[in-house]
Antibody
Framework: EVQLVESGGGLVQPGGSLRLSCAAS????????MNWVRQVPGKGPVWVSR????????SYADSVRGLFTISRDNAKNILYLQMDSLRPEDTAVYYC??????????????WGQGTLVTVSS | QSVLTQPPSASGTPGQRVTISCSGS????????VNWYQQLPGTAPKLLMY???LRPSGVPDRFFGSKSGTSASLAISGLQSEDETDYYC???????????FGGGTKLTVL
């Protein structure tokens, strides 16, 4: 069974940093692109970042580029999101999501349970 | 403001058929397949429909997806009380070079 378990969320002051982790199990982690998606309760999900299966390629939403860094440890089956210079508008539930599919058709077939990040003084 | 546009709400009575729309542009819905996610309160989104009209294992065939041009739709027939929750569309955007989602539709079963 595919499992994605996020951790590392919490309350942080504006300008602070947090590192989120997503522990993966039940599948061959190093074969999949992985993503971070955030969601303010009551709003739609917003894609944050993605990373290639071998960690060689990353991309970010404009709103977090230069502030957040995605990485992965394929030996430990863990996905990370380093979040620096946090702003109140970064407050959301953060999900890690596995990107699956093929032939140009992809989707998020598995999501973690989410971890809440609150940026407030 | 979400990139994809969905109606904020939809409703129907048990047994009815309801449709939820998802409108985008040529850089997203118009050129990539659309996925639908169902989100129960307090839980993560769950893949409900992929590649426009394919159902993951375990999703009832009461759910049907379609796409035409820059718009996609999710139809639910034989509406049941358990269908009352939030639905989101999502796809890749070639211009933004990232994933985009709709703002969500809250389905109410009257």
């Amino acid at each position: 069974e595919v499992q994605l378990v996020e951790s590392g969320g919490g309350l942080v002051q504006p300008g602070g940093s947090l590192r989120l982790s997503c522990a993966a199990s039940g599948f061959t982690f190093n074969k999949y692109w992985m993503n971070w998606v955030r969601q303010v309760p009551g709003k739609g999900p917003v894609w944050v970042s993605r990373i290639h299966s071998d960690g060689s390629t990353t991309s970010y939403a404009d709103s977090v580029r230069g502030l957040f860094t995605i990485s992965r440890d394929n030996a430990k089956n863990i996905l990370y999101l380093q979040m620096d210079s946090l702003r109140p508008e970064d407050t959301a539930v953060y999900y890690c999501a596995r990107e699956a599919g093929g032939w140009g058709n992809y989707n998020f077939d598995n999501w973690g349970q989410g971890t809440l990040v609150t940026v407030s003084s | 403001q979400s990139v994809l546009t969905q109606p904020p709400s939809a409703s129907g009575t048990p047994g009815q058929r309801v449709t939820i729309s998802c409108s985008g542009s040529s850089s997203n819905v118009g050129s990539n397949s659309v996925n639908w996610y169902q989100q129960l309160p307090g839980t993560a989104p769950k893949l409900l429909m992929y590649n426009n009209n394919l159902r993951p294992s375990g999703v009832p065939d009461r759910f049907f997806g379609s796409k035409s041009g820059t718009s996609a739709s999710l139809a639910i027939s034989g509406l049941q009380s358990e269908d009352e929750t939030d639905y989101y569309c999502g796809t890749w955007d070639d211009r933004l070079n990232g994933w985009v989602f709709g703002g969500g539709t809250k389905l109410t079963v009257l």
